[in-house]
């Protein structure tokens, strides 16, 4: 999509409104953003984030709250916990009969399957708000090397109206991404993840040119720049397998003939996969810190994982970045229910029998598409990190493969979206 096509979606009132409204919302998301909670002392905060502004562990969790969590702001949690509970909602959909049924009934069944993810949200919001709070009432827990009293008043309703606070914030900013969803442009959800990164971009790359001078922050851009492509262009590949619906008798109505293809993305599982690994990844560290062991397991965790740019954090986040994206694939996409679909409306694959032969068929193409896909998405999970330890940057600049493929990702997302609403819009004005 150009720049033409830019003025001409600013230039169609109703698309001009949808793209305003969305930059209103994420304004309004980066304002809460910065507002911090109450009870809580801005000034150590402040303190303490300039002590642990070297640790590229710390600078990650921030990242996908747009610098919010660690300042316990109203939206320190961000999106996350509506992240996590459509996550599970749609594992919990392979093994629940309940929620399978409700997928399978349409509009209405999906309906019900979101409002079970919002209540799953606001208690995971609780669950992380209170766990994020008890930590930081603990001088040196929530920060390690930093002994601030980040909350003066302790009283039992000082801490329980922050948990009000911060849970309530995640419900804002859900409400707000269902808004652009539904009146904006693009996935609300991915909009305000997408927004929160952008948001620690400039302050990186000024940290690398300040830092290590004009060669080493060129050699970056090269370095962001290539990641890039490559995710375009893996994003864009696809394997589109054919299908031919013969033609039937309803009525005195011939019905069918045509000719169209399914098609199967080299990455199937998108990001989900990295999101999932890194979770699991920071796991090992929350666990010692909330535990304060010294026994030398603790030791090998707080030395390998503490920094997440050691060999071994590299390698084991390799392998279950490969790991979740068979996973996840596995229980996204059924060969045998499209087989099935494409049977009962009398399709099949020119050469392959219908039924079972069409479902091995797809399983196999599947398996082929899952190798380099998950292949790939290792290496973007861990090439722009072992790069940037290279260059020595690896705390000043922590936008590792994951956050370059969520913007990446949602960026050409959205330009599809606004790109065929243009187009649909010259449609309809060229049949009046």
Known sequence: MNFGAFAAAFRTPDLRKKILFTLGVIALFRLGSVVPTPGVDYSAIQRCIDVVQDNSIYALVNLFSGGALLQLSVFALGIMPYITASIIIQLLTVVIPRLEALKKEGQSGQAKITQYTRYLTIGLAILQSTAILSLARTPGALFQGCDEQLIPNQGIWVILTMVIVMTAGTAVVMWLGELVTERGIGNGMSILIF?????????????????????????????????????????????????QYAKRMVGRKMYGGTSTYIPLKVNMAGVIPVIFASSLMFLPTLIVQLTGSQSEWAQWIATNFSTGTSSAYLWIFFFLTIFFCYFYVSIT???????????SYGGFIPGIRAGKPTADYLAYVLNRLTFPGSIYLGLIAVMPVVAFNLLDIGNLFVFGGTS??????????????????????SYEGFLR
């Open 195 to 243: 927004a929160s990164i952008i948001a620690q971009i400039p302050q990186s790359f000024l940290n690398v040119q300040s830092s290590k001078g004009w060669f080493t922050f060129a050699i970056t851009i090269v370095i962001v720049l290539f990641v890039i492509a490559l995710i375009v262009f893996i994003e864009q590949a696809q394997r589109r397998i054919p299908v």
């Open 333 to 343: 996409f059924n060969p045998t229910e499209v087989a099935d679909n494409m049977k």
């Open 404 to 425: 370059l493929l969520i913007v990446v990702g949602v960026g050409l997302d959205t330009v599809k979206q606004i790109d065929s609403q243009l187009q649909q819009r």
